[in-house]
């Protein structure tokens, strides 16, 4: 399925830079599968944050690229089918925690969609999983909710996978995903505040079993801080103009949506 201006996707723009903050928690549910974590431990090593960089721009090609969006499908299915244990439940899985985290951060960080649209939004991401092969992505939100629970309840463990993340989360050495477009001069000022940011939403926001799981310690001072981190997100969002909020894709798509419905 390729996407339109016709889909609420493309409505929404979906991607903010904000939102980039709640992905994190993505990679850490996907990377506590030990088979994932196996794949993915060398590039973690050499480059902790390359593979969410890339699952970004992946994501934005195969949601808002239009005639690329199959392209890019097809890539990805191609690199990905020499790496030993891929397979569909393994591509399920990632599709089904990166909507689920996407989710969280628009509910986070931006006003509360009705349910029938965030249902409708969920449709559209499910259907574009057919392809990447994947044909047995859960029916519904509630449905998405009992098999991400089951998943963490059978399979999800503290892998290498999740300690290597979380030592990246302290960005002791590079830019976080999105500080390419930071001036390096400001990066002394912004990483140590990055260094907290990124593992309270990646942490904070985690199904409560899995933190249980990970052995990830979260108290009600940590919950509070996190509130505090989405307050002035929130805040300093609605002074920061469109066009510098959303990547640069994504806000096409928007434009684009808004005009077809004029």
Do not use: C
């Amino acid at each position: 399925m390729t996407l339109g201006p016709e889909s609420v996707t493309w409505r929404l723009g979906w991607y903010t830079r904000f939102e980039l903050v709640v992905l994190g928690r993505a990679v850490l549910m996907q990377v506590a599968h030990p088979v994932i974590a196996a794949a993915v431990s060398d590039g973690y090593r050499a480059d902790p944050f390359a593979r969410l960089s890339r699952t970004i721009t992946s994501s934005q090609l195969r949601l808002f690229g239009g005639e690329q969006a199959a392209r890019e499908a097809g890539r990805l299915v191609r690199a990905h089918a020499t790496i030993p244990g891929v397979d569909e439940e393994l591509f399920r899985w990632v599709h089904a925690t990166s909507f689920e985290s996407l989710l969280t951060a628009y509910r986070l960080l931006r006003p509360r969609l009705p349910v029938i649209h965030e249902e409708r939004l969920y449709r559209e991401w499910r259907d574009t999983g057919r392809s990447l092969g994947i044909r047995t992505m859960p029916g519904d939100l509630a449905a998405l909710r009992d098999y991400v629970d089951d998943v963490v309840a059978t399979q999800l463990m503290p892998t290498d996978g999740v300690r290597n993340l979380l030592e990246a989360f302290e960005l002791r050495g590079g830019k976080a995903p999105g500080g390419e477009h930071l001036p390096s001069v400001l990066w002394p000022f912004v990483r140590p505040v990055a260094a907290r940011v990124l593992p309270d939403f990646a942490v904070g926001t985690l199904p409560p079993a899995l933190r249980v799981k990970l052995g990830l310690e979260w108290t009600d001072r940590d919950e509070r801080r996190l509130r505090r981190w989405v307050r002035l997100i929130r805040a300093v969002s609605a002074f920061v103009p469109a066009s510098l909020l959303h990547y640069p894709m994504p806000y096409r798509a928007m434009l684009s949506a808004r005009s077809s419905r004029v």
